[in-house]
């Protein structure tokens, strides 16, 4: 059973799901067998094994395979797309002639690893970064096919992906390590500062002067401990790894709690509004990050907002059975420009006003999502911004 080119004029040849199951590494099975050698009918050119359809041309990587001889007989059309060549013409030419790959040093990439002529033992090539034809980055990875151990080269798979997936997630790590020791430098000369004045000139400062120094390595310290929060944070949701606590809790007692924050902290009391609808569904939810995702939008609010900062509480209409929670956080400043909302919730978005790390809001969506609920942006009526998130129930299910 042999495999042909592939690519969106190419649809109707078929390639056989023995051929696809052996290419992907399944050299145990030599023998394709007779369902392999039909394709699905619903579906020409399709590998059909137990109903399930596919076609090259769905894969979302490049696929390239090399026969026995080392010419190409599958070209999908990813391949064609990051290559740039007609798989017509890739069609039955040699493999480094198809993919002319060079590393990052000039050298030909088909003679140093040798596929047909090196080593028996060799399974394959693990994923790295090589050149096409005028300096193109692509991700290649190769899996040689053998019937049998040491055996022969049967088939040669090359897969390919672009860099940009891998460059844009570069960025975004040098961009929150550029983000971090920035936000990291001020608070800790601050620490080393005093602390270094305080041991070398103990006796020559007042009682006031020495609590004043030392109250602001205790507010250093905490935005050090802060944005390490943050970051221990981000690691969590990026990773699928943060760990929500259900537990019963009142949503409007933490709203009224957090404005009393606010008024203690010096910020007037006429400035907060705060509307609960009764009666609330009974809420199961972590009381800890909920008081992280009100914190963070209240402070948001007062400061970069203007004017009286509103917080409604309410139950929102689900579309299924299972009963929500919303709380809406609005203000009267400026709001956000209708350019930008798409990027609100992304990292190190600052909006106009710089300041802070930018990770607030990447990190209060996450929380929001841990918890199944869901958070918008928009425009309030007042004209400046406003955040809405609601959160399910979370009942445990032994009390549905």
């Not at 692509?138 to 040491?150: N, T």
């Not at 601050?190 to 006796?203: D, I, M, P």
């Not at 008024?263 to 009381?287: C, I, K, M, Q, Y």
Request: contains cysteine; hydrophobic residues 40%; proline residues 6%.
């Amino acid at each position: 059973m042999d495999v042909r080119a592939y690519g969106t004029q190419a649809r109707e040849v078929p390639c056989g799901t023995g051929d696809y199951a052996q290419a992907l590494g399944d050299t145990s099975r030599t023998d394709p067998g007779p369902a392999a050698e039909a394709p699905a009918e619903d579906h020409p050119g399709a590998f059909a094994d137990d109903g399930l359809a596919v076609h090259p041309d769905d894969l979302p990587d490049g696929l390239v395979v090399g026969d026995r001889t080392g010419r190409v007989v599958c070209f999908n059309a990813a391949a064609a797309r990051l290559t740039g060549r007609d798989p017509a013409e890739a069609l039955g030419s040699p493999l480094h002639s198809a993919l002319p790959l060079e590393d990052v040093d000039g050298r030909r990439w088909w003679q140093l690893t040798d596929p047909y002529g090196g080593l028996a033992t060799r399974s394959g090539q693990p994923e790295r970064n090589l050149l096409l034809p005028g300096g193109r980055e692509v991700l290649v990875a190769a899996r040689y096919v053998r019937a049998y151990p040491k055996g022969p080269v049967e088939r040669l798979v090359v897969s390919l992906r672009g860099t940009e997936a891998r460059r844009r997630a570069e960025r975004s790590h040098a961009e929150l390590i550029a983000t971090v020791a920035h936000e990291l430098r001020s608070p800790l000369t601050s620490v080393k500062g005093f602390t270094a004045t305080l041991l070398a000139k103990w006796e020559r400062f007042t009682d006031d002067q020495k609590r004043l120094m030392l109250e602001t390595v205790d507010a250093d310290a905490n935005r050090i401990t802060r944005l390490i929060a943050e970051l221990l944070d981000i690691s969590r949701i990026d990773s699928g790894r943060l760990e929500v606590r259900r537990q019963p809790m009142d949503m409007a007692a933490a709203v009224h709690r957090h404005v009393e924050a606010h008024v203690a902290a010096g910020r007037s009391a006429d400035r907060f509004v705060t509307r609960v609808s009764e009666p609330l569904p009974g809420l199961w939810a972590d009381p800890d990050k909920v008081d992280q995702v009100l914190g963070n939008l209240l402070e948001n609010a007062v400061r970069h907002g203007e004017g009286t900062v509103t917080i409604e509480v309410a139950s929102a209409p689900a579309r299924s059975d299972e009963q929500r929670t919303a709380v809406t956080v609005s203000d009267e400043g400026p709001g956000i420009p209708e350019e930008s909302m798409s990027r609100v919730f992304t990292r190190f978005w600052r909006g106009s006003r710089r300041g802070g790390t930018g990770l607030g809001l990447y990190i209060v969506k996450g929380i929001v999502e841990a918890h199944g609920g869901t958070i918008t942006v928009g425009r309030a009526a007042a004209g400046g911004a406003q955040f809405r998130f609601t959160l399910p129930v979370g009942a445990p299910a032994f009390m549905a």
